[in-house]
T-cell receptor, first 107, second 115 residues
Framework: KNEVEQSPQNLTAQEGEFITINCSYSVGISALHWLQQHPGGGIVSLFMLSSGKKKHGRLIATINIQEKHSSLHITASHPRDSAVYICAVRDYDKVIFGPGTSLSVIP | NAGVTQTPKFQVLKTGQSMTLQCAQDMNHNSMYWYRQDPGMGLRLIYYSASEGTTDKGEVPNGYNVSRLNKREFSLRLESAAPSQTSVYFC??????????????FGDGTRLSIL
């Protein structure tokens, strides 16, 4: 079993839909990151959180430490949100990356 | 502010050839990392440098060597390339070891094909 799992693996949505991407992990962590990788490859950090919820524009990230689960929500999705979303968990001496969720938003 | 710059962006090698991937960051970060990304798998750590003058093996170091040339630059060398090393390579940096209170910053990646 992988230490960090994401679901779904692939997701296609219509523009305007509410999107949820899930991340589950099996190790103790000090922080969890959500990253975005656009076609063409560049990776940018969206959120880093260790508890509760964070919001940035149309993106919301939540984490439940007890359940070892995090969700990334996208409200009013847009074709420019099409990308691979990567969950990564960090403890003191390592970062473990999930396999990513590929999102395609169709106009 | 360029952030993390990787060169080259693309490279094709023949089995057995050697090459060095270059990475430089202009954020005065202490820690730098090399990852590889393969289809269906998460980013995997090859080597990292927690601070200038130190390097450590990550999850998949075999077949690679690294040099932390100075605080800005961290290079990855393939001495004898193998088809299994076909991958996309990312360099990243962070202020503290594995990020601390700040996330890692990534370069745009190097797409490497070994024939």
């Amino acid at each position: 079993k992988n230490e960090v799992e994401q679901s779904p693996q692939n997701l296609t949505a219509q523009e305007g839909e509410f999107i949820t991407i899930n991340c589950s992990y099996s190790v103790g962590i000090s922080a969890l990151h959500w990253l975005q990788q656009h076609p063409g490859g560049g990776i940018v950090s969206l959120f880093m959180l260790s508890s509760g919820k964070k919001k940035h524009g149309r993106l919301i990230a939540t984490i439940n430490i007890q359940e070892k689960h995090s969700s990334l929500h996208i409200t009013a999705s847009h074709p420019r949100d099409s990308a691979v979303y990567i969950c990564a968990v960090r403890d003191y001496d390592k970062v473990i990356f999930g396999p990513g969720t590929s999102l395609s938003v169709i106009p | 502010n360029a952030g993390v710059t990787q060169t080259p962006k693309f490279q094709v090698l023949k089995t057995g050839q050697s090459m060095t991937l270059q990475c430089a960051q202009d954020m005065n970060h202490n820690s730098m990392y090399w990852y590889r990304q393969d289809p269906g798998m998460g980013l995997r750590l090859i080597y990292y440098s927690a601070s200038e003058g130190t390097t450590d093996k990550g999850e998949v170091p075999n077949g690679y060597n690294v040099s932390r040339l100075n605080k800005r630059e961290f290079s990855l060398r393939l001495e004898s390339a193998a088809p299994s090393q076909t991958s996309v390579y990312f360099c990243a940096s962070s202020e503290a070891r594995f990020g601390g209170s700040q996330p890692q910053h990534f370069g745009d990646g190097t797409r490497l094909s070994i024939l």
